[in-house]
């Protein structure tokens, strides 16, 4: 798909949930994601042509060719750097009002094809991925690749004094999208990105608001010593892209774990 529009990724991969023929299905979906790509829904993880062929089969047999609905989407698909989403919707072929609407996030190689697709249902749907993808990114630890996620103006704030901390000399203000590349970058300066680690987080969603609740797993690269801090992330999700981050955390337990204090 190298060179294809925004539109057009938006078209191809809502037509593909419409198409009848196996075998142009089967194409089209090589076409469309990676070899290992994966598509995410609320509850359930595709990897792979195979399993996503197979997702994409029931799918059109239980809502398109059983029950006579067809996808389609609103004219609003943008994109930014890796990233383009779109809002889909299933209508009755004969005409009427969605019985469903979904938002879709599509995260794509520099091939043009699809590596992760994330479907969420409902008004928080673009959120709840904006959101998922930061989580995935953050895990990875690109600072460049979070970056690109944020707005490039950014409201950020983090649960720390206007003076900062000598210790801590990456949490200071920041504004842009260079500054959060920034922010991440620093974060893994001074830590050991290998012994990073957490509790699996909880995402709380209302409309273009989520607040992520989470514990930080680190290991401080100077000194060797690991420490572990409880943390809430507010952020603000719109077009596509994070606007507000507000962090929350054990800011105590940061701070005197680079200080080397006990």
């Not at 004094?161 to 990456?170: I, R």
């Not at 709380?204 to 680190?218: P, S």
Request: charged share 25%; aromatic share 8%; glycine share 8%.
């Amino acid at each position: 798909m190298p060179g294809m529009t925004t539109n057009t990724i938006a078209d191809t991969y809502t037509a593909v949930w419409n198409e009848a023929d196996p075998g142009r299905r089967r194409a089209a979906v090589a076409r469309l994601w990676a070899e290992n790509g994966v598509e995410f829904t609320d509850t359930s993880a595709y990897h792979g042509h195979e399993a996503i062929a197979a997702r994409i089969a029931d799918a059109h047999e239980q809502f398109v060719a059983s029950a006579g609905f067809v996808f389609v989407r609103d004219q609003n698909a943008v994109a930014h750097h890796d990233v383009v989403t779109f809002t889909t919707h299933m209508v009755p072929a004969d005409g009427g009002d969605p019985v469903w609407t979904g938002v879709v996030f599509l995260v794509v190689g520099e091939d043009g094809r699809i590596e992760r697709d994330y479907q969420f249902a409902g008004g928080d749907a673009g959120t709840r991925a904006a959101v998922a993808e930061f989580l995935v990114r953050l895990a990875e630890g690109e600072p460049d690749r979070i970056a690109d996620l944020f707005a490039g103006s950014v409201d950020w704030e983090l649960d720390w004094p206007a003076s900062g901390h000598p210790a801590v000399p990456w949490i200071r203000a920041r504004s842009t999208r260079a500054d959060v590349a920034d922010h991440f970058r620093a974060l893994n300066s001074f830590h050991v990105p290998e012994k990073r680690g957490g509790e699996m987080p909880r995402v709380l969603v209302d409309g273009r608001d989520a607040v992520v609740l989470g514990v930080i797993e680190q290991t401080v690269r100077a000194t060797g010593r690991p420490y572990t801090a409880r943390c809430a992330v507010h952020l603000t999700v719109e077009d596509g892209l994070i606007t507000r981050y507000h962090v929350y955390e054990d800011s105590l337990s940061v701070a005197q774990a680079l200080a080397g204090k006990e």
